[in-house]
């Protein structure tokens, strides 16, 4: 395991400084489920949420997120965001709706925080236009499916 950026000499958290870092395209595609009945999900699909349209309400909530990424991570770096790009997709019958985040910058530092901001936030954001109709709506999970530029260069999720 590699040493852990975040800390300082001593041991305390701190920013890391990129300044030195140089300047490339970076790009980050985070994800986050979110399970329901099948008749909630469907209602999402037909667009008979009592709340309105939930794909497009979670769609700006994210976008919203990415922007504020800094303002709720105490140690990531704000930055100047050249796309944000958040996408739903119903799985009626399966009683899902997965939501896919895709964050890009041109920076020193990667924008995994951005994405991954976007992803939950939406996923959120899903729940609260939802729960009227069913309070037992579960966050499956937020994860980083893959990431581009930097040092560390492309990394993608396996499976």
Excluded: C, N
Aim: glycine share 10%; proline share 2%; charged share 30%.
């Amino acid at each position: 395991m590699s040493e852990l950026t975040h800390l300082d000499s001593e041991g305390e958290a701190r920013m890391v400084d990129v300044g030195g870092k140089e300047e490339t395209e970076r790009r980050a595609v985070a994800e986050a489920r979110v399970r329901m009945a099948a008749e909630t999900a469907a209602a999402v699909a037909a667009g008979d949420a009592p709340k309105g349209d939930v794909l497009a309400t979670a769609r700006f909530a994210g976008i919203q997120a990415a922007k504020r990424a800094a303002e709720l991570v105490p140690l990531a770096h704000p930055l100047q965001l050249t796309h944000v790009d958040v996408r739903g997709r119903i799985d009626a019958e399966a009683g899902e709706v997965v939501i896919e985040a895709e964050a890009r910058t041109v920076g020193r530092t990667g924008v995994e925080i951005e994405a991954m901001a976007a992803a939950s936030v939406a996923a959120l954001t899903v729940y609260d236009m939802v729960k009227g109709m069913e309070r037992g709506v579960e966050i499956a999970g937020v994860r980083l499916l893959e990431k581009s530029g930097g040092r560390s260069g492309e990394w993608r999720r396996e499976g």
